[in-house]
């Protein structure tokens, strides 16, 4: 009998392990902004209230090394990735926009605009992006990250949040698209007045 218990009580023990090896082990703590040097000096060429119209208008990004850090300061970095982030203004009341200090749990920056490998000596980069069809119309700023050899962000740089641009997103029906509805319409009703008057000789007859 106590051999029988000793059985099942090494079953039950085996099984709980094993449950518990199944079990996803918890998610690693995103890198924090706040703990990230502010490391890369970066500008845009879209100014403070300049409206630009999604997947029309562009904007350059700058970045370069700021020059008050020491010099080797970038040797770890191995890439730049650029963000498009939402302003303090167009992130109000929206909570699927918010900002936060741990980078994974971050939704403001949501947009890529480029990733690059990151110049060595810190020499500046630069790109121009598009600003894509799909960005919302908002008031917007620009981040960058420099990633280390293991795609984690080491350090960063941005514009300033409150010298944000704003960008006018695509929200209507394309023009052709209105014109081809009118067209059609017009036929539509056309088309039920020639029917019309045919039944009525039909009728006549």
Known sequence: MARHQSVQALSVLAVLLFAAACLPAPAAAGVHLSTLPKALAVTASAKSGQVLHAGVDSVTVTWSLNTTEPAGADAGYKNVKVKLCYAPASQKDRGWRKSNDDLSKDKACQFKVTQQAYAAGGSPGSFTY????????????????????????????????????????????????????????????????????????????
């Not at 598009?130 to 080491?154: H, I, L, N, W």
């Not at 944000?164 to 929200?171: E, K, L, Q, R, Y």
């Open 130 to 205: 598009v600003v894509a069809r799909d960005v919302p119309s908002g008031s917007y700023y620009v981040r960058a990250y420099a990633t280390d050899a293991s795609g984690t962000e080491v350090a960063y740089g941005q514009t300033s949040p409150a010298a944000a641009f704003d960008v006018a997103g695509i929200t209507g029906i394309h023009a052709s698209l209105k014109v081809a509805a009118g067209v059609f319409s017009a036929f539509s009703v056309a088309a039920l007045a020639f029917f019309f008057v045919v039944e009525n000789r039909k009728k006549n007859k």
